[in-house]
């Protein structure tokens, strides 16, 4: 159980299981519904073992595929069997302005159709045999200007069938809910409006392409569709809108209910939000993708920060249901328990995948387990029915803010049990020591911010923060083994530099923001931290161990004050996203769209001088992490691969690219 400390702040402390984030598994509601709710209490018909008819391969996002085609003995004649080039190349030269970001989208492959959807939003099936196009749909919504926060970039769809009709669902750059026909790709005439229904309709503070708009694929669980949203970080006002998260009939778009992720007065967790903060405090999305317990009638939710990233002057409180693990009945939209992550969160510490549900066995007892992984380089694992924590979880007391107006939570939520996968938080001992000189200049450029243990506070110097706003893990997630109980979480050691300016009166109304330093600066090109800098980490999750863990990528050895020293891999810099499959660990490497800046120099020798290495796609032993097989990629990927099993071949295929130069490729074993 948590461990609760005697006394909190008043201005903290609400409630205790409010504040602390206690599981709570009453039927206390903090949802509006919109309508009688009259659904079918089946699921989706169980799809092929073969077909990947989810974002992340499964309803659970396990990234898990049993399919074992492709192994040890042959993986090494793998080979590029098609790629297809995204139809957002062709607009994005004809049309500047809509120059799309990375390629986000992990396709889906269900009856025998590949689907994708592309950065700037438009909808295409593929024999997943050949790569070649079957049909596509452009609901046109590029055309309306550049979305906010992430611009053209959209993290895929959702697949939906009773056993007679079949349907795509995703949300637009423009904030609707679209619903296709998945074997024509014309708008189901019987879901909304043609196709389509507002889900900015019922959000305050919401303007459709300015604040608000939707980029990560819905999940369906009982014919029922939730969604997400898309509310920029960036905050130069207190107001914003809330990520209020909604539930639609999957045949007619009707709204079911909507859950409130910032409590309104009447509704539990309300006394966190202190001053009438509530009022016009927003973010507090799920901005990344979600999971659902197709058998509990589940939706599990990773919410996201609130409104100022790293400043909590204008919003104190605990914040509920901010960085919060939110499990919902999804007939009702009615909270079943909750975990709060982060109180009053001043970092960034959004939960930034979505929870893998998985069983293992732990001390002999059998746990449907939720298992996040967090920025924080965190594995959180929880019984997913009732929302208690597998291991102690505890509240410690955490570094205080002194900026002026803030108040910050003097305790934290501490994962006691598996061990971190990446460093957390900064100080000497975590400086680069390849050689004397090295780690001289480092502690140089240590003394010029304010540093310490994991959730040291913001300051107006700059405090080094460790891991960064990226993590740790982000959205690109982990991948589950159910078969062994394993846990594979690729992960970054990226620190940053948060430094809070005052803000612009004249651009804004918040008091503080982040600005000046924000990347911690390099001695001739080099971090200042230790390697390795990416890494893949293997949990045994039924004995809450580490079972191994690797780097990812050779990283700088080539740079002239390193190539002479004989070092070990030291990390690519790039963060990887997993497959695991009935055989191997397949591990790309993520680059563009994931907030990883560029960090200024002290020797004159930034990173983009430095020889990059191409990007990577590797297979691993999975249970002793031996690198097996690599090959560079066209392109750079920005999302996790895929695997699926067409009459009878095995392919594995990712996005890849950006901008004018996008697509997908597949990689499968040569035809006899």
Known sequence: ????????????RPTRRAMVGLAITTAVAVA?????VTLPLHAQRAAPPGDWRHYAGDAASTKYSPIDGIDTSNVAKLQIAWRWSSPDNAIARATPAARPGSYQDTPIV?????YTETSLGLFVAIDPASGKELWQYDPGSWKLGRPPNLGYTHRGL????????????SGTHDAYLLSLDARTGRPDPAFGTAGRVDAAQYVALAERMKNYAINSAPVIVRNVIIVGSNIPDNALSKEAPRGDISGYDVRTGKRLWTFRSIPQPGEFGHDTWEKGSFEYSGNTNVWSMMSVDEELGYVYLPFGTPTNDYYGGDRPGGNLFAESLVCLDVTTGRRVWHFQGVHHGLWDYDFPAPPILGDITVGGKRIKAAIQVSKQGWVYVFDRRTGSPVWPIEERAVPQSTMDGETSARTQPFVTTPPAFEQQGFGEQDLIDFTPELRAHAAEVLKQFDHGPLFTPPTERGAIQAPGNVGGANWGGAAFDPATGMLYVPSINHPIVVQLVKGDPARGNVRYRRGGVQNVPTVDGLRIWKPPYS???????NKGTIAWRVPLGDGPRNHPLLKDLNLPRLGSMMRGAALVTGSLLFVNEIGAGLGVGEPRPVGGRPLSKLEPEPPMFRAFDKATGDLVWQTPLPLRPAASPMTYL???RQYVAMAIGGGADAGIVAYALPTP
């Open 535 to 541: 890494s893949v980490t293997a949990f045994d999750l």
């Open 1 to 12: 159980m948590l461990k609760h400390r005697p006394s909190v702040r008043r201005s903290l």
């Open 646 to 648: 067409h009459q009878g």
């Open 110 to 114: 269900a009856n025998g159709v590949l």
């Open 158 to 169: 959702a697949y939906w069938t009773d056993g007679k009709i079949e349907r795509l669902i």
């Open 32 to 36: 509006v519904v919109a309508g009688p």
